[in-house]
């Protein structure tokens, strides 16, 4: 297991990370994917003190994790962070004419992780935004959703991080039960679709 005794661990990104938790509270994970992931892994390596810590915002962009970095990340001192974000970088081009461009996109992804290395050298685990088409016009976002996954991919090299091809293995899962049951709405998931994450994150440490 890729992950040491005593590390902090981080969760950050928009609402599929939040899930519904208690900003007042640093100890509460949400009901989503941070909680899976800590339970299980605490389950499995119960002799590893693991501190986790779920800083998910929902309806966040790459710029809001940006404006609050300092605070939401390198204050903490992780020794691991995992990021999940980039659909709201999408979805406001659709919903509210408020589009995001890959530059833009890429040049903030870029100087989080620059602080994450420059500041931390933490541990880096990035997850690419996806999404599942049940509307018609959630089929028209990969024109820019994909140029975006490009762009965390390519990251995640330079960075020399964890990958998790979040868009891959939700299209695999969707081969095997409509897009409806890992995605209700085709960008947050249901129970089953946030153990799906997790399963593939406690994988990826070598935790399963």
């Given at each position: ?7 902090i661990?981080?969760?950050q990104g ?10 007042n509270?640093?100890?509460?994970l949400?009901l989503g994917y941070?909680?899976i992931?800590?339970?299980?892994l605490?389950a499995?390596?119960p002799?590893?003190?693991i501190?986790?810590?779920?800083k998910?915002v929902s309806g966040?962009r790459v710029?809001d994790?940006k404006?609050?970095w300092?605070?939401?990340c390198i204050?903490l001192k ?6 999940l974000?980039?659909?709201n970088?999408?979805?406001r081009r659709y919903?509210?004419d ?5 530059e833009?996109?890429?040049s903030?992804?870029?100087?989080i992780?620059?602080e994450v290395k420059?500041?931390?050298?933490a541990n ?15 089929a028209?976002w ?5 140029p975006?996954i490009?762009?965390v991919?390519?990251l995640?090299?330079e ?11 939700f299209a ?5 039960r ?10 947050h998931?249901s ?8 399963q593939?994150?406690l994988?990826a440490?070598?935790?399963?």
């Open positions: 297991m890729l992950i040491e005794d005593n590390a661990v981080l969760f928009d609402s599929v990370t939040d899930a519904g938790r208690d900003y509270n640093d100890a509460d949400g941070p909680m992931t800590a339970s299980w605490s499995a390596h002799a590893k003190n501190r986790f810590i779920n998910g966040n710029k994790l404006e609050r300092m605070r939401d204050a992780p020794t691991w962070v995992s990021i974000i980039g659909i970088d999408c979805w919903d509210s408020d589009p995001t461009s890959v833009k996109f890429e903030d992804y870029r100087y992780l620059q420059t500041q931390l050298n880096l685990i990035i997850c690419e935004p996806f999404v599942l088409p049940v509307t018609k016009e959630q028209k990969r024109e820019d959703l994909d975006k490009h762009a991919r390519k995640a090299r960075f020399n991080a964890i990958f998790l091809p979040l868009d891959g293995i695999q899962a969707a081969a095997q409509e897009p409806s049951f890992w995605l209700p709405d085709g960008v998931p129970p089953a679709g946030h153990a799906l994450i997790a593939s994150w994988r440490v070598e935790a399963l």
